[in-house]
């Protein structure tokens, strides 16, 4: 049963306030299935509502590699190359962090992550490709002292997510709606009136106006659909 709750609403609105629209992650090639629901489902965790990826040729990418329930909040950009993909991320103003061992590589958490910024990581095989060390802004390293010189990454990629997480909640980053309007309704429709957002797509008509309930209340809206 579709739970349209007021609590489930005002549950909504939280989630979105404190989403961070300039911050994201970009997959280079990750392809096992857990390790893009793992990332996925941080990324949704912390606040990230767009992730970004390209894939290799062979693997078919569909929303079942990620959890169920965090594929619902979170959108994954399939991108057709990574120059493409770098390119757009860039054209936010986000800087771009590549996890990667190099020698202009810094420790993970002297960068400050309050600017715009777009998490770069490689696959599990060979880690993040020249190409991509070579778009990259930035290259960060996580400090280890045990004889395993790199974390799985999905594990990687969290630790530096949640040290973002940590340095934008202390600059009181959440708790304001940073989410397009458009966006907003979007996900609110999506969750708690499917049946009208597809009736509104199919016709082309704007969503109608909720109460702070997340109940429908727009006349005017209703007097659209009756001339259809």
Known sequence: MLDRSPT???KIIELLSNRQ???TVFMDEVHKPHNLAAIVRTADAVGIGHVHAVFPPEVSYSGHHTSSGSKRWVTTHKHPDLQTGIKEVKSQGMQVLAAHFSDKAVDFRSIDYTKPTCILVGSELVGVSDEAAELADKHVIIPMVGMVQSLNVSVATALILYEAQSQRDEAGMYGEMKVP???VDYILFNALHPT??????????RYPKLDDQGEIDDPEWDQLRRKI
Do not use: G, T
């Open 8 to 10: 489930r609403y005002q």
């Open 196 to 205: 009208i957002k597809k009736y509104c797509d199919k016709h082309q008509m």
């Open 181 to 183: 309007q458009e966006e």
């Open 21 to 23: 629209p300039d911050l």
